[in-house]
């Protein structure tokens, strides 16, 4: 490791920048921000270095670290990609002992990744919505207990659902997910009404695809205070893959990935376009990003989250292309959406007073960009510096690890389970 770029020390000064400190719509000019040990400790004008680091970053814009609030990290490699487009956090959508693994070697800095919170692993119904091998068919009040207790020895704080869990058995999850306070979030439902599944707690949906079909019922979980992550990029991976003629390798930083993950993302590919072309599934876009809209229109508990690394999601750097599409497509604000990507995840992840503001006593996940993304959201594609904690990633760094993840070989698909709850 070299402490040069990466360096860590227990007093860092970011001199003379515009920052956004997404609390209170609060821009401030000319500002310096000192960070100890892992803690914004002041901001203000001329702060007297004390010893500190100085980074100069006059001219430059300065906000909190990007929030990705649906992910799933499933490999190592993933870990510097998040850093390097300025994703510091992730909330990870299926946990299984690996990540619980993978968070505790990130926190003793033997790999280089974003904070992590993670739900345990999902929870079906037999008929699941999407048969995945890894999902637990959970059928009794028993199964539900055990898959409490495996999400909590974990350290998860979350749950996770999929729509097919029997009626009795959803109720019953929701009632004791609310006793061992583990907010519960995913597709929803088909087995119960969505009014009920919301009355019962029902904490995030997951993609617009979940949403409800009817814009009352749609009003009514906003209303309700529900979050949402629309996960709009991935929701077009259907049309755009299967019927518009996109290909993976024209993607934008296709290169950042290992050769051997590009060679699996084409073959999965491949195989997920052919099962929709022979079953001739059209989504229409238009209708999911509606429902988002309605959504929006009553609320604002609104998180950004990119669903990688689905074949075309590419980890961090597709949160850019999300906050683009949350602009272009659902009508937000440049300043709405970079909420999405900063404090609102972190309050939907219950990390609102440690994450996602720039203000003292919150910990020092920073990134500096060249251009404003508050006047063009696009600007949040020039992240030049990343500060996570009390560690400084710089683009030398950044170049020198993505080539090494690059030349990456033997990454195969990890298996978690066995579709059967332990
Ligand atoms: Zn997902």
Same mark, same amino acid.
């Given at each position: 490791?070299?402490?040069?770029?990466?360096? /860590?020390?227990?007093?860092?000064?970011?001199?003379? /920048?515009?920052?956004?400190?997404?609390?209170?719509?609060?821009?401030?000019?000319?500002?310096?921000?000192?960070?100890?040990?892992?803690?914004?400790?002041?901001?203000?004008?001329?702060?007297?270095?004390?010893?500190?680091?100085?980074?100069?970053?006059?001219?430059?814009?300065?906000?909190?670290?990007?929030?990705?609030?649906?992910?799933?990290?499933?490999?190592?490699?993933?870990?510097?990609?998040?850093?390097?487009?300025?994703?510091?956090?992730?909330?990870?959508?299926?946990?299984?002992?690996?990540?619980?693994?993978?968070?505790?070697?990130?926190? /003793?800095?033997?790999?280089?990744?974003?904070?992590?919170?993670?739900?345990?692993?999902?929870?079906?119904?037999?008929?699941?919505?999407?048969?995945?091998?890894?999902?637990?068919?959970?059928?009794?009040?028993?199964?539900?207990?055990?898959?409490?207790?495996?999400?909590?020895?974990?350290?998860?704080?979350?749950?996770?659902?999929?729509?097919?869990?029997?009626?009795?058995?959803?109720?019953?999850?929701?009632?004791?997910?609310?006793?061992?306070?583990?907010?519960?979030?995913?597709?929803?439902?088909?087995?119960?009404?969505?009014?009920?599944?919301?009355?019962?707690?029902?904490?995030?949906?997951?993609?617009?695809?979940?949403?409800?079909?009817?814009?009352?019922?749609?009003?009514?979980?906003?209303?309700a205070g529900m979050w949402y992550c629309p996960t709009q990029l991935v929701?077009?991976?259907?049309?755009?893959?299967?019927?518009?003629?996109?290909?993976?390798?024209?993607?934008?930083?296709?290169?950042?990935?290992?050769?051997?993950?590009?060679?699996?993302?084409?073959?999965?590919?491949?195989?997920?376009?052919?099962?929709?072309?022979?079953?001739?599934?059209?989504?229409?876009?238009?209708?999911?990003?509606?429902?988002?809209?309605?959504?929006?229109?009553?609320?604002?508990?609104?998180?950004?989250?990119?669903?990688?690394?689905?074949?075309?999601?590419?980890?961090?750097? /597709?949160?850019?292309?999300?906050?683009?599409?949350?602009?272009?497509?659902?009508?937000?604000?440049?300043?709405?959406?970079?909420?999405?990507?900063?404090?609102?995840?972190?309050?939907?992840?219950?990390?609102?007073?440690?994450?996602?503001?720039?203000?003292?006593?919150?910990?020092?996940?920073?990134?500096?960009?060249?251009?404003?993304?508050?006047?063009?959201?696009?600007?949040?594609?020039?992240?030049?510096?990343?500060?996570?904690?009390?560690?400084?990633?710089?683009?030398?760094?950044?170049?020198?690890?993505?080539?090494?993840?690059?030349?990456?070989?033997?990454?195969?698909?990890?298996?978690?389970?066995?579709?059967?709850?332990?």
């Amino acid at each position: 490791m070299d402490l040069k770029d990466r360096s /860590a020390c227990s007093g860092i000064i970011l001199k003379n /920048a515009t920052v956004l400190t997404m609390d209170n719509h609060e821009v401030l000019q000319n500002c310096d921000i000192r960070c100890r040990d892992g803690i914004i400790t002041e901001t203000g004008h001329d702060l007297a270095p004390g010893g500190d680091r100085v980074i100069d970053a006059s001219g430059r814009y300065i906000m909190p670290g990007l929030i990705d609030g649906h992910v799933h990290f499933d490999q190592d490699y993933m870990g510097i990609l998040f850093l390097a487009a300025g994703v510091t956090s992730v909330r990870n959508m299926r946990g299984y002992a690996e990540h619980e693994d993978r968070i505790r070697r990130i926190r /003793a800095g033997e790999l280089d990744g974003p904070y992590i919170e993670s739900t345990g692993p999902i929870f079906d119904g037999v008929d699941p919505n999407i048969p995945e091998d890894d999902n637990w068919i959970v059928q009794t009040f028993d199964e539900v207990e055990r898959g409490i207790s495996y999400t909590k020895e974990h350290g998860f704080r979350f749950m996770k659902t999929y729509p097919s869990l029997r009626p009795d058995v959803y109720r019953f999850l929701m009632r004791r997910c609310a006793d061992e306070d583990l907010p519960v979030s995913g597709h929803m439902t088909k087995t119960i009404r969505h009014e009920e599944l919301v009355d019962l707690g029902y904490y995030c949906c997951e993609h617009s695809s979940s949403l409800p079909r009817e814009e009352e019922v749609i009003r009514y979980c906003a209303k309700a205070g529900m979050w949402y992550c629309p996960t709009q990029l991935v929701c077009e991976t259907l049309p755009d893959y299967v019927w518009n003629g996109k290909r993976l390798e024209d993607l934008e930083k296709w290169d950042v990935l290992p050769g051997c993950v590009q060679e699996e993302w084409l073959r999965r590919n491949e195989v997920i376009s052919e099962s929709y072309r022979k079953q001739n599934i059209r989504p229409d876009i238009r209708v999911i990003i509606n429902r988002g809209r309605v959504f929006m229109e009553h609320s604002d508990l609104v998180i950004a989250g990119s669903d990688c690394a689905y074949p075309g999601i590419i980890p961090g750097f /597709a949160l850019w292309t999300e906050l683009e599409k949350l602009v272009s497509l659902y009508g937000m604000s440049n300043e709405e959406a970079l909420l999405a990507a900063t404090a609102r995840p972190a309050r939907c992840m219950k990390l609102g007073g440690r994450k996602g503001r720039i203000v003292p006593g919150m910990d020092s996940d920073l990134i500096i960009l060249k251009e404003n993304p508050l006047s063009d959201i696009r600007g949040i594609a020039s992240v030049e510096t990343v500060v996570r904690g009390d560690k400084v990633y710089t683009q030398e760094y950044f170049a020198r690890e993505l080539e090494k993840v690059h030349s990456l070989t033997g990454i195969t698909e990890p298996a978690f389970g066995t579709g059967t709850i332990k």
